[in-house]
């Protein structure tokens, strides 16, 4: 390689030379070229070992571009980059330097006062103070709170790597005002939870947390309260490219929830939630098409309660039905229960795909098109179930710091079919 090095140096022909020999140079020399060195650039705040523990390319080895196109998904999945790029540097002695250049995206906000939009809570104020990647750990720590249609104030950690080999820690203390829409009813919840987690591997992510909850409703001259530990655990099977827009893989998540009362009233309730997600990317270019799917269910056992129960219509569910009132409570009782079944089809295209502006911000822009229906089981059994419903519609997808994108969905509802309600949903990340 040392010999070519120095034929490219003369002109003219050494150009020339070069592009007739490029096939044979990728084919021949960068397969059997060895990895020496391996650097990262653009980091100004994350520690090189948060970079580092991402690759699984060896110094010493062969090239491996499947490697490194995986270390670069890792990279990107920490959520902390707004753009990753690699290139291959030869040196004199026949070996490559290997090289990870990343842009970081936001770290922190100062103290700010913004306004926010929950779809089933409506508009409030926000207070946020975010140290995103703290200590350039890719540590998180969150001062929150909030006054309108939400009324709110909380303080959260989460390390997604506090002990060697992927064993995740997060602690979230909060207190919670707000009213349910369909009910009528004020809700205050207090919650002190703590969390950890484990990595085996790649593909295989386990969690378990433990909180201590409060729950108080206020429905005109009704007063219930509760008092409850709630155990939550999930494991994964998570083969994605890219978690905030992936292009191909499946995610196979379950999850059990179980709640114990005390004080106010003894019960035990057992909560059940699986779901599965396949994406198949249609296409080689940079303008990524791909097809996604998402089938989720939901089963309960034990202790139900008019105040615990769901709803299906909504930018999390099924689209193209507004959100539920009490007047919707009364006169559409196939939209509420405790347990549902719901499946998903989204075409999703890259119009523009991510970029970083000249501010460091990622953006971009891409379409979607879907189809959602679902039903509440009614009584455990599904023979028992009452209308599906279904909505159909079209969004755009807005690649947005920190949060991964931003959401924005059109859908007409639809059930025994006929049209039965139009509108706007706005999310944050992606439905599945």
């Not at 995986?70 to 040196?91: C, T």
């Not at 009213?179 to 919650?191: A, G, P, Q, Y």
């Not at 229906?373 to 009452?386: D, S, V």
Request: net charge positive; aromatic share 14%.
């Amino acid at each position: 390689m040392t010999f070519l090095i120095r034929i490219f140096k003369k002109r003219p022909h050494g150009l020339f030379l070069f592009l007739f020999l490029l096939p044979f140079l990728n084919s021949q020399n960068l397969e059997h070229a060895v990895v020496s060195k391996i650097v990262i650039e653009g980091n100004k705040k994350t520690k090189d070992f948060i970079l580092l523990r991402e690759i699984y390319h060896q110094l010493n080895e062969p090239v491996d571009t499947v490697k490194i196109l995986n270390d670069k998904n890792r990279i990107e999945n920490l959520g902390i980059f707004s753009g990753v790029s690699w290139d291959l540097l030869p040196l004199d002695d026949g070996t490559l330097i290997l090289k990870y250049t990343v842009k970081e995206s936001i770290q922190k906000t100062p103290p700010t006062i913004f306004p926010t939009y929950n779809e089933s809570k409506g508009w409030s104020l926000n207070a946020l103070w975010l140290f995103n990647n703290f200590r350039g750990q890719n540590q998180l720590l969150a001062l929150s709170g909030s006054v309108g249609g939400e009324d709110t104030y909380g303080i959260s950690f989460k390390d997604p790597w506090i002990l060697n080999d992927h064993i995740s820690f997060s602690v979230n203390i909060m207190r919670n005002f707000y009213k349910n829409r369909f009910l009528n009813s004020d809700i205050e919840l207090k919650s002190m939870k703590i969390g950890l987690g484990k990595w085996f591997k790649d593909k295989i992510k386990t969690e378990i947390s433990l909180a201590s909850e409060s729950k108080i409703f206020k429905l005109e001259q009704e007063i219930a309260r509760y008092k409850y530990i709630h155990t939550f655990s999930n494991i994964r099977y998570d083969t994605r490219d890219i978690f905030w827009n992936p292009g191909k893989g499946l995610l196979i998540s379950s999850s059990f929830e179980y709640l114990r009362g005390y004080d106010f009233k003894i019960f035990h309730t057992l909560i059940w939630n699986q779901s599965v997600s396949y994406y198949k990317k249609l296409n080689n270019v940079q303008k990524k098409s791909v097809l996604a799917l998402n089938g989720v269910i939901k089963k309960k056992f034990g202790y139900e309660n008019k105040f615990f129960q769901d709803y299906i219509g909504s930018s999390n569910t099924i689209r193209g039905w507004k959100l539920p009132d009490s007047t919707t409570y009364r006169l559409e009782p196939f939209r509420f229960g405790h347990e549902y079944l719901q499946t998903s089809i989204e075409y999703r295209y890259e119009i523009i795909p991510k970029y970083v502006t000249s501010v460091g911000i990622e953006s971009g822009l891409g379409i979607v098109c879907y189809t959602d229906a679902g039903f509440i089981i009614k009584n455990g059994y599904l023979n028992h179930l009452e209308s599906i419903l279904l909505g159909s519609g079209i969004g755009i997808r807005i690649p947005f710091p920190i949060v991964g994108v931003l959401r924005f969905d059109f859908g007409l509802g639809m059930v025994n079919n006929k049209i039965k309600s139009q509108s706007f949903h706005f999310g944050i990340g992606q439905k599945f």
